[in-house]
C-alpha cells in the first residue's frame, strides 16, 4: 500500500522512503532523511534544525518554570523540616525532664526498705535518674519525628502499591513482616543487654561512689590498686556481655538489611514477569519502582534508630516501674489520722520484727516496752540486739511484723506519717550535715526563718559562742558532710537541728559514742541541760556508755531482741543480773 503523508513536523517523517520538499508549489529536492541532512545546503536539513532549536527553547522555558517550583518546594522543605526537628528536639528535652522530676519524685516516696535492697543502692539510682534518662531522650527527640515520618512513608507506600499492583505489594509485605519479627528480636536483646550493663554499671557507680566519699580511708590504707582492680572487674564484666549480645545484634541486623537486599531482587523478578505477560503499564511499574524505593528508606531509617528503639524502651520500662510502684509506707501520704495534743505515750505490745532483705532473721522478738509521757527511757545492749531498730520503727521507717506500735495509744499505722515523725527529733551516732550554711542545717527545709529561733536553737545545744567567733558566724559552709567541722560540733548543730523543730520526743542514738572524752562531756552536758529544762519532753536514749544513762527513770537492757530486763539503776544493780555484768565490765574497763 502506497501511503502519502503531508507534514509540518519534520520529525515524524524521518522514515519515509521519500521526502519531497517544496518551494512556492516547485519541488526544490527529494531523497531519503539521510540524504537530505547530508547535503550541507539543503532546505530540508535547514528546517530540520530550524524546528529542533525551536523545541530545544521550548523546553528550556518550561525548565526554568520547573526549577523555580523545585526553589520554593526547597525553601518549603527547609521551614517544614526546621519545625519538625525543633518541635521535637523541644518535647525531647521536655518530656525528659518531667521523667527526671517524676522518677525522683518517686524515689522520695518509696519507704526506706526500698534502698536496702541492692538493685536500688546509690550508684543504681544515680544511674536511672542520668543514663536512662538519657536513654529516653535520645528516642524521643528529633528521631522520633524521623520515625514517625519513615513510619508514615511506609504505610502511605505500601496502601499505594497494593492499588497499582498488588502482587508487588504482597511481595514486600511479606518481607516486612519477616524483617519485623527479627527486627524485634533485636529490640528484645538490646532491652536486655541495656538491662544488665546497667546493673554493672550501677554496681561501678556505687563503688566509684563510695571509694570517692572515704578517699582519705582509701589513701591512708594504700589500696588504690585494689579498689581499681574491683572497678576494673565490673567494667571487663560489662564488656564481655556487651560482646556476646552484639554478636547476636549483628546476626539480625545484617539478616535485616540481606532480607531488604533479596526484597528489591524479588521486585525487579516479579516487574519482569509482570511485563513479559503484559499485566502491567510501564507508567505503573514507575509508580510502583517509587513506592517500593520509598519503603526501603523508610526501612533504613527505622534500622538506623533500632539500638536506641530497645535501649530506650528498656529505660522506659524501668522508669514505668518506680511510677507504677505503690510504696509499703508512702512518705508523701496525705491520709491517716493527725496527732493532735500528742501526749508522748508509746506502747510497744508484743513486736517482732525483722528487716526486709533478711526476713529469715528476728532482730525484736516479742518487745514489750510501755513508756509515758515525760519520762526518760535508756535501750542498752551489745551490738545487733536491735536498739537501734527500736528508734526506726518509732520514726516509722519501717513497719513491724507482728505485733502493734502504739502512739498515744492509736496504732502508727493508722496515722499521718507526717504527724508521727514531726513530733520526734533524732539526733544519731554519725551526724549527717548537708553542704550548706550552719543557719540552713539547723533550719533544714525551712524557710524564712527568724535567726532569732535558729540562734535559741544553736544556744540549748551549746554551740552558739563557736558559731558566734566564726568569720561568717551563722552563714558559714559546713562544707560536704560537715567536713570542716569537727566531730563535737557537729552532734551539737545535729541536736540543734533536732531542738529546732521543738519535738514532743527526743530520740538520741548513741549520739556520744564516736566522740572523744572532752567532746562527749560538752555534748553530754548539753543533753543533759535540755532533758532537764523541759520536763514534759519525753526522751528515748540508745547508750554504748552506761555512765551517761544513770539518771534514766527506765533502763532496758536488750539481747538478740528480747527485752530481758527493765527497771532503774538502782534496781537492776540489786537484781546483779545482765545489766549488772555490763556495767561492771565498763568499770574494769577504765
Known amino acids: 500500500r502506497t501511503t502519502i503523508v503531508v507534514s509540518h513536523r519534520l520529525s515524524t517523517i524521518r522514515n519515509a522512503h521519500q521526502i519531497y520538499v517544496f518551494d512556492n508549489g516547485t ?98 539510682v544515680c544511674t536511672r535518674l542520668s543514663s536512662d534518662g538519657s536513654a529516653v531522650q535520645q528516642f524521643t527527640g528529633p528521631r522520633l519525628g524521623i520515625f514517625c515520618e519513615a513510619l508514615s512513608m511506609f504505610v502511605i507506600a505500601l496502601i499505594l502499591g497494593f492499588f497499582y499492583s498488588w502482587q508487588i505489594s504482597c511481595i514486600v509485605f511479606l518481607c516486612i513482616l519477616l524483617a519485623c519479627a527479627i527486627a524485634y528480636i533485636n529490640i528484645r536483646v538490646q532491652g536486655q543487654l541495656f538491662e544488665h550493663c546497667g546493673m554493672l554499671q550501677g554496681r561501678a557507680s556505687s563503688l566509684a561512689v563510695e571509694v570517692l566519699h572515704n578517699m582519705r580511708t582509701i589513701k591512708q590504707l594504700a589500696v588504690e590498686d585494689i579498689v581499681l582492680q574491683q572497678y576494673s572487674d565490673f567494667i571487663s564484666e560489662n564488656f564481655r556481655i556487651t560482646r556476646n549480645y552484639s554478636i547476636v545484634i549483628g546476626l539480625n541486623l545484617s539478616g535485616i ?13 516479579c516487574v519482569l514477569v509482570l511485563i513479559e505477560h503484559n499485566e502491567m503499564k510501564m507508567n ?206 557537729k552532734q551539737r548543730i545535729a541536736i540543734a537541728r533536732a531542738l529546732f523543730r521543738r519535738p514532743n520526743v527526743l530520740l538520741l542514738d548513741e549520739a556520744t559514742s564516736a566522740m572523744d572524752s572532752h567532746n562527749e562531756k560538752i555534748v553530754q552536758n548539753v543533753l543533759e541541760e535540755i532533758q532537764t529544762s523541759n520536763p514534759d519532753q519525753t526522751s528515748l536514749i540508745i547508750a554504748h556508755r552506761l555512765s551517761t544513762i544513770r539518771s534514766c527513770d527506765l533502763i532496758g537492757v536488750l539481747d538478740k531482741g528480747y527485752l530481758i530486763e527493765c527497771d532503774t539503776h538502782s534496781e537492776l544493780m540489786r537484781r546483779r543480773a545482765a545489766y549488772y555484768r555490763m556495767v561492771s565490765r565498763d568499770s574494769e574497763a577504765l
Open 257 to 269: 538489611f540481606a532480607i531488604i537486599t533479596y526484597n528489591i531482587a524479588m521486585i525487579y523478578w
Open 284 to 489: 505503573d511499574i514507575i509508580k510502583v519502582f517509587a513506592f517500593a524505593m520509598f519503603f526501603v528508606q523508610s526501612i533504613r531509617s527505622v534500622l538506623t534508630m533500632m539500638e536506641d528503639l530497645g535501649t530506650s524502651l528498656s529505660a522506659i520500662h524501668s522508669f514505668f516501674e518506680l511510677f507504677d510502684r505503690t510504696p509499703l509506707i508512702d512518705n508523701s501520704s496525705t491520709t491517716g489520722q493527725e496527732l493532735v495534743d500528742f501526749r508522748g505515750q508509746i506502747d510497744f505490745d508484743q513486736v517482732n520484727f525483722a528487716y526486709p532483705t533478711r526476713s529469715q532473721v528476728r532482730v525484736l522478738n516479742n518487745f514489750q516496752l510501755s513508756i509515758q509521757s515525760g519520762q526518760r527511757i535508756a535501750l542498752v545492749g551489745v551490738s545487733g540486739s536491735g536498739k537501734s531498730t527500736v528508734i526506726q520503727l518509732l520514726e516509722r521507717f519501717y513497719d513491724v511484723t507482728n505485733g502493734t506500735l502504739f502512739i498515744d495509744g492509736i496504732d502508727i499505722r493508722q496515722l499521718n506519717i507526717h504527724s508521727v515523725r514531726s513530733c520526734f527529733g533524732l539526733v544519731s551516732q554519725e551526724p549527717i550535715l548537708f553542704d550548706l550554711t550552719i543557719a540552713d542545717n539547723i533550719a533544714y527545709s525551712k524557710n524564712d526563718v527568724p535567726i532569732i529561733d535558729i540562734i535559741e536553737a544553736a544556744t540549748k545545744a551549746n554551740i552558739h559562742e563557736f558559731i558566734k567567733n566564726l568569720p561568717e558566724g551563722y552563714q558559714t559552709k559546713v562544707g560536704r558532710s560537715g567536713s570542716q567541722l569537727s566531730g563535737g560540733q
Open 27 to 124: 519541488v526544490i529536492e527529494h531523497g531519503t532523511h539521510e540524504k537530505l541532512m547530508a547535503n550541507e545546503e539543503s532546505a530540508y536539513q535547514e528546517l530540520f534544525q530550524a524546528q529542533q532549536r525551536e523545541h530545544m527553547e521550548s523546553g528550556n522555558y518550561q525548565s526554568t518554570s520547573k526549577i523555580c517550583d523545585e526553589k520554593q518546594t526547597g525553601v518549603v522543605t527547609f521551614v517544614i523540616r526546621f519545625v519538625q526537628f525543633t518541635a521535637f528536639a523541644v518535647s525531647g528535652s521536655k518530656l525528659t525532664e518531667r521523667i527526671r522530676i517524676k522518677t525522683f519524685e518517686c524515689l522520695l516516696r518509696q519507704e526506706v526498705a526500698y534502698f536496702d535492697r541492692p538493685e536500688n543502692n546509690c550508684g543504681a
